[in-house]
């Protein structure tokens, strides 16, 4: 029974560290009973926590966070993964170093756990999967960046390389003055390479999507919305049910515009940004290929144009914004609701 009551009252904040991680540790009354640091490894973490009974545990979302999260559930803690953006407490501090911030990160825990807006990993498989998409993101970068520096070298020798798509520009060697040859050659070779492997992770997500989530051949009924897209979708959300309303996706995903209302002033913010950029970006690159004139007409469409026809420096990038916003919104009610793509429902047309 001692036991026990005492599990209760331990609080431990954890500043994750990519070599050492600080842990601070509070009793009942608020007081720091121990501080101490520990190798951020697994089996250095489990030995280091079975020592303790189980307590409370809180760390903030990072590389380290998604095995450090289940280790300590299985060894029988608590475990609140604190989301940084939300805890200025400690990321916008005057005084910031990893003793006070694990001690900041208890103290909150100790308080009330809900002003951490703790988040939950996903699970392994989900986590692989979602893996293999940043890599392939990684390769475009990679191959963008390629492109770009060779395109802007023969630019200096007053040479241009054909506009073409980046899989066609290898095929354009003759057009790289000789005494670029050199210099250019591997790179060109290796936009090649980057290409062929960015082949193979699309035919290889497309396997995974087929496999795994076939929820992504509803979504990619959608114009616009491909096999990427709609898997990086998935994988994100994975449990549509966390979501009461549809379009809470649209703010997870950072689509919605901030809030600074104070009294009578209420200022028109920027979008947040918060949440996943990746997702967020494929959202808005749906969108303007959604608004495209070649694209099939929809409603959602000609809600964009509609805003887009209202003139001014950012009427296009307003429209494309909140086409991405309704669209995050209507992938999640496909999702939830299991009913087919309409183009136009009902009231609509």
Known sequence: MQATTRSRTLTIGIDLGDEFSVLCVLDADGAVQERCQVRTTPAAFEARFRAWPASRCALEVGTHSPWVQPLL?????????ANAR????IYAGDRKNDRLDAEKLARVARMDPALLSPIEHRGPAVLADRAQLRARDVLVRCRTLLVNHARGVCKGFGARLPRCSPERLPAHLAAVPA???????????MIAAHTTQLRAFDRALVRVA??????????RAVPAVGSLTALAYVLLIEDPSRFKDSRTVAAYLGLCPRQRQSGATDPECRISKAGDGFVRRLMVQSAQRMLQKRSPDTALKQFGLRLAARGGKTAKKRAVVAVARKLAT???RLWVTGRPYRPFPAGTA
């Open 179 to 189: 005494e670029l040859r050199p210099a250019l050659t591997p790179i060109l070779e």
């Open 73 to 81: 559930r299985a060894v029988g803690h608590e475990v609140l993964v």
């Open 210 to 219: 087929r496999a795994h989530y076939p929820i992504t051949a509803a979504l």
């Open 330 to 332: 209507l992938l999640h």
């Open 86 to 89: 939300k805890l200025r407490l």
